[in-house]
C-alpha cells in the first residue's frame, strides 16, 4: 500500500513476516522499490529478471542462510548447553526436541526446492511457509505421523484423500509432486530437530504453569472492580480454553463484525460535534460509527477528538502484568466453569 499524506509519502506492505518470507526476491524487491518511493517520490529500480510468477518462487541464498543452524562444531567441542527450566523443575514444552524420525531419510536438493512452493501455495495458508504452524494448522515438524512417516507411505496418503473433518481438503498432486511436498517437509522436519524452542506454536501444557489461588488473589485485587467471577465471567472457561482464553483476557476486543466498546466525539475547526463508536482509527484518520449506522471519518491533525474506551483498563495492565500475574490470573479463570 502506498499513500500520500500531507507533504510526506507512506509505503505499507504485510509481507515479511518470518526468514521464508523476508528472503523471497519479491518482498526484497518490493520493500527496495517501496522505500526508494517513499523516500523520493519516484521508482527507479528495474524488476529483476528472476522476479516470481504465479508458479514460481525465488529466494536470496544470503538472508535464506540468516535462518540455518550454525555448522557443527568440531571434534572435542563442548556441546551447547541444556534449555533454561521453567517454573520449578518442569521444562517449558517449547524446549523439548520434536519427535525423532523412525526412520532418518534425507532427499535430493533439487527435490526439496521443488517441494517449497508447492507446499506453499498448497499448505502453507494453514501450516505455514514452512510447515512449523500456522493460522489453523498444526506445526508438522512436530507432528507425531510426520515421525513415523517412511518416504511418503503416510503423508501421500493423507494429501490424496484429505482430512474433511478437520478442514483440510484433498490435493489433486501429481505423484512428482507429492514426492516433492514429501521431501519439504523431511527436510524442514531435520532442520527443525537442530533448533531449540523453535516452536511457533502454543501447546495447553505452556499456559498451565500458574496458581489458581494467587490468580484469585490478584483479580479481587485488580479486576474485581469491573468483573466478577459470578457474573460476566461465569463459565468463561467453558467459552474460551487455552491459549484463546489467554488472549481474551489480555486483549477482550470485539469480534469480527461486533461493534466497538469504545465510545468517540470528534470536534472538528467548525465546532460540530460529532459522537459515536469508535469505527477505526491510526495515526492519520479516527472514524466514527454514527447510532445510524452511517460512518464518518476526519484526518486526526484537523479535529479534537476525546474516547472513552472501557477496555483501556486492559491496555494500561498489560504494562503491569509479571509473567507470573499473567499466568496466575489465567489459571484462576480456567477454575470458572
Excluded at 526412520?103 to 511457509?129: D, K, L, N
Excluded at 465510545?263 to 472538528?268: D, F, G, I, L, S
Aim: overall charge neutral; proline content about 9%.
Amino acid at each position: 500500500m502506498v499513500l500520500s499524506y500531507g507533504r510526506g509519502r507512506v509505503f505499507h506492505t504485510t509481507m515479511g513476516h518470518d526468514i521464508s518470507a523476508l528472503s523471497s526476491v519479491d518482498f526484497v524487491v518490493t520493500f527496495q522499490r517501496g522505500t526508494e518511493w517513499a523516500a523520493t517520490g519516484a521508482v527507479t529500480q528495474p524488476i529483476p529478471a528472476d522476479f516470481p510468477t504465479a508458479d514460481t518462487v525465488r529466494v536470496r541464498a544470503d538472508l535464506a542462510a540468516i535462518d540455518q543452524p550454525p555448522a557443527p562444531a568440531g571434534r572435542g567441542a563442548q556441546p551447547p548447553p541444556a534449555p533454561p527450566a521453567g517454573r520449578g523443575s518442569q521444562a517449558s514444552p517449547a524446549s523439548v526436541p520434536p519427535p525423532a524420525s523412525a526412520t532418518p531419510q534425507t532427499y535430493p536438493p533439487e527435490q526439496v526446492r521443488a517441494g517449497q512452493p508447492i507446499f506453499s501455495a498448497q499448505c502453507g495458508f494453514c501450516h505455514g511457509r514452512d510447515g512449523m504452524g500456522g493460522e489453523t494448522g498444526p506445526d508438522l515438524t512436530r507432528a507425531p505421523m510426520v515421525a513415523e512417516d517412511v518416504r511418503g507411505n503416510k503423508i501421500g496418503p493423507l494429501l490424496r484423500a484429505g482430512r474433511v473433518d478437520k478442514g483440510m481438503p484433498a490435493f489433486t498432486l501429481s505423484d512428482a509432486d507429492v514426492a516433492a511436498v514429501v521431501a519439504f517437509i523431511h527436510d524442514q522436519k531435520n532442520r527443525a530437530a537442530s533448533l531449540a524452542g523453535g516452536r511457533r506454536a502454543v501447546d495447553l501444557a505452556d499456559l498451565q504453569t500458574g496458581n489458581a489461588d494467587a490468580g484469585k488473589k490478584y483479580f479481587d485485587r485488580t479486576c474485581g472492580r469491573c468483573h466478577s467471577a459470578t457474573g460476566d465471567l461465569a463459565g468463561v472457561a467453558k467459552r474460551h480454553d487455552g491459549l484463546p482464553l489467554l488472549q481474551r483476557m489480555l486483549y477482550p476486543n470485539p469480534a469480527a463484525g461486533k461493534p466497538s466498546h469504545a465510545k468517540v466525539t470528534v470536534t472538528p475547526k467548525s465546532g460540530e460535534k460529532v459522537s459515536g463508536t469508535l469505527g477505526y482509527r491510526d495515526e492519520f484518520t479516527i472514524t466514527v460509527t454514527l447510532p445510524s449506522g452511517a460512518s464518518r471519518s476526519f484526518p486526526t491533525n484537523q479535529v479534537t477528538f476525546t474516547v472513552d474506551d472501557p477496555l483501556q483498563a486492559h491496555v494500561e495492565q498489560l504494562g503491569k502484568y509479571t509473567d507470573d500475574d499473567m499466568h496466575n490470573v489465567l489459571a484462576y479463570l480456567q477454575t470458572l466453569r
